[in-house]
């Protein structure tokens, strides 16, 4: 069971800039894809942006080109680094790990799940 917990949230004035961090209680090293996702009141959670095991990202269209997504595995650590932020970005933002292991050609997979840091932007 892999435990997350976020920080980093806060209010900002638009234009500002955070950083999030995840900290991992175990290595993160065979963790195929950890993200963020982000739930804003009234709506659906998204995902906000990904990195995979091989360091491959992808990111919603909202929000890229103003946030960067990295992973330091020595560290257990996923960070998001959000610029320019909108107003729009206000949300609870949670981090999120998916590992996929195969044991005896049985596939098992987890999701893990972080209790999310309130990130508000005043306009």
């Known amino acids: 069971q892999v435990q997350l917990v976020e920080s980093g949230g806060g209010l900002v004035q638009a234009g500002g800039s955070l950083r999030l961090s995840c900290a991992a209680s175990?290595?993160?090293?065979?963790?195929?894809?950890m993200d963020w996702y982000r739930q804003a009141p009234g709506k659906q959670r998204e995902l906000v942006a990904g990195?995979?095991?091989?360091?491959?990202?992808n990111y919603a269209e909202s929000v890229e080109g103003r946030f960067t997504i990295a992973r330091d595995n020595a560290k257990q650590t996923v960070y998001l680094q959000m610029n320019s932020l909108k107003p729009e970005d206000t949300a609870v933002y949670y981090c999120?790990?998916?590992?996929?292991?195969?044991?005896?050609?049985?596939?098992?997979?987890?999701?893990?799940w972080g209790q999310g840091t309130q990130v508000t932007v005043s306009s």
């Open positions: 999120h790990a998916y590992k996929r292991t195969v044991e005896r050609g049985t596939i098992f997979e987890y999701d893990y």
């Open positions: 175990e290595s993160i090293f065979s963790i195929n894809i």
């Open positions: 990195v995979t095991s091989t360091g491959g990202t």
